[in-house]
């Protein structure tokens, strides 16, 4: 038996969406099949690897495992959302430091990064450290992206 397709709304990077979706569907897949947002990565669809992690209500998720029906009326930030011209302190700063080599990680990181300078805008690195522990990156050490991030994060305050 069809389950019943569900009208639900809500906001992605300041845009009002209502779109059709079934209770089953994921964030992640509304995000980048539906709305056309491709830079939130479709990794391993258990929450294991953090290529899809975007921002709801604030709060760091992994898209992949998010019933896009428990977004409904919710504020959604995705990559795309941080900069029209993608130089978010966040990602300059891993531009700058060439922290990532094939970057398919890198959207998830810079997401999880950015909830946690939302909420701790001058983190220490073992906070950071323990701010990317859900997200997997196979190329680098993470190293110089612990690096950018707290780059990223002097140059928020100075803005602040």
Not at 47 to 74: L, N, Q
Not at 137 to 160: D, F, M, N, P, Q
Request: charged share 20%.
């Amino acid at each position: 038996m069809a389950r019943a397709r569900k009208r639900i709304s809500l906001n992605v990077n300041g845009t009002d969406y209502s779109i059709e979706a079934n209770p089953y569907d994921s964030l992640n897949w509304i995000l980048r099949e539906e709305l056309g947002l491709t830079g939130t990565k479709r990794g391993c669809d258990t929450g294991g690897c953090g290529s899809c992690t975007v921002m709801v209500d604030g709060k760091a998720i992994y898209s992949c495992m998010y019933p896009v029906v428990k977004a409904a009326g919710k504020t959604v930030e995705t990559i795309e959302g941080l900069s029209e011209e993608g130089d978010h302190p966040l990602q300059s700063a891993i531009v700058r430091n060439s922290a990532l080599q094939c970057a398919y990680c890198g959207p998830g990181i810079i997401m999880s990064a950015k909830s946690l300078l939302d909420s701790n805008p001058t983190p220490t690195e073992t906070e950071v450290r323990e701010a990317l522990v859900g997200n997997i990156c196979r190329c680098t050490g993470y190293g110089k992206v612990v690096k950018s991030i707290l780059e990223a994060s002097i140059e928020i305050a100075k803005s602040r």
